[in-house]
């Protein structure tokens, strides 16, 4: 039965985004358990890993290794983080099916982040975008701390503007924008949103990433909707963060969002009883507590 509202497309991304902040480090087999338990939940797009430094993020230091593991699937589509034309190599060695590439909206944490100015981290995703589209492979540009800076604080419109003619100008299939220290509110998600809208046009899809920080990825997820973004980022137990960003917390739930989703109307692909089963198994994993709010509560009626 279709949904009066239509179809909001998850990306999972616990094996990338919700490991690499998370003091345990999970074998590779265990990565690949959590990938699968995703794809069973009804995943379809999974940000599987990270082709950067493994100094640098030891967390997923087994990325090549992990991707020579995981089972193909016809209709799942694998993504990897990339930085440098290094990583972009690794990626398509690996066989992703995405790539996504990140650039920071202010200086100084892009020079955290990855070592490099936001102007030269635009021209480096232009450069990757154009050899990864040139080898059939999907593209995401992500405009990192497109809310808020942890360095710079308020990150003005002006500066986000400028970051995303650039990113435009790279010509990726899908754009995202990303509270990568979880600062935004509703009012951020919709005047943000209008602004990559107007510099993307219609033709490129945009997307958002959300963390949890400060209690209020869930009504940005309401505000992205509301803005007409159907593809939004999540985390199975809502594990994660940045490692490069001090206090960059837990990625919105997956099981939290879907709660939300289907209690308001919304259609995904995931199932909620597996997805929140997948979360108590990755706590176990972890050994810590994760910040989920339907692993403890359970969905209603129960």
């Not at 799942?76 to 920071?104: C, F, P």
């Not at 650039?166 to 010509?171: H, K, M």
């Not at 997956?254 to 997805?275: F, N, S, V």
Request: hydrophobic content about 45%; charged content about 20%.
């Amino acid at each position: 039965m279709s949904s009066p509202l239509g179809a909001v497309e998850i990306v999972e991304m616990a094996p990338r985004d919700g490991l690499q902040n998370e003091s345990a480090v999970l074998t590779t087999e265990a990565k690949v358990e959590l990938v699968e338990r995703a794809v069973r939940a009804g995943a379809r797009r999974i940000e599987v890993t990270s082709f950067v430094n493994p100094r640098r993020v030891p967390q997923l230091a087994d990325a090549d290794e992990l991707m020579r593991a995981l089972p193909k699937y016809d209709d799942v589509r694998y993504a990897g983080l990339v930085m440098n034309q290094r990583g972009l190599e690794r990626a398509l060695a690996g066989g992703v099916d995405e790539v996504d590439v990140v650039v920071v909206a202010t200086d100084t944490f892009c020079g955290r982040n990855q070592g490099m100015t936001t102007a030269e981290a635009c021209a480096t995703a232009a450069s990757v975008v154009a050899e990864a589209r040139a080898a059939g492979v999907f593209t995401t540009i992500t405009v990192g701390a497109s809310f808020g800076c942890p360095f710079e604080g308020e990150v003005p419109p002006a500066r986000l503007r400028d970051v995303l003619q650039r990113v435009v100008a790279a010509g990726p299939d899908e754009v995202a924008l990303a509270d990568t220290i979880g600062v935004a509110v509703p009012a951020d998600i919709t005047e943000r949103a209008a602004l990559a809208r107007e510099i993307l046009g219609a033709a490129v899809p945009l997307r958002v990433h959300l963390h949890d920080t400060r209690n209020t990825a869930a009504a940005n997820a309401v505000a992205a909707l509301a803005a007409g973004i159907t593809t939004l980022d999540a985390s199975i137990g809502g594990a994660g963060g940045c490692p490069f960003a001090p206090a960059a917390t837990g990625n919105l739930a997956t099981e939290d969002l879907l709660y939300l989703l289907q209690r308001t109307g919304w259609q995904t692909t995931l199932d909620l009883e597996a997805t929140i089963a997948s979360a108590g198994w990755l706590e176990k994993q972890l050994g810590t507590p994760l910040p989920s709010s339907l692993l403890r509560a359970g969905p209603f009626p129960g």
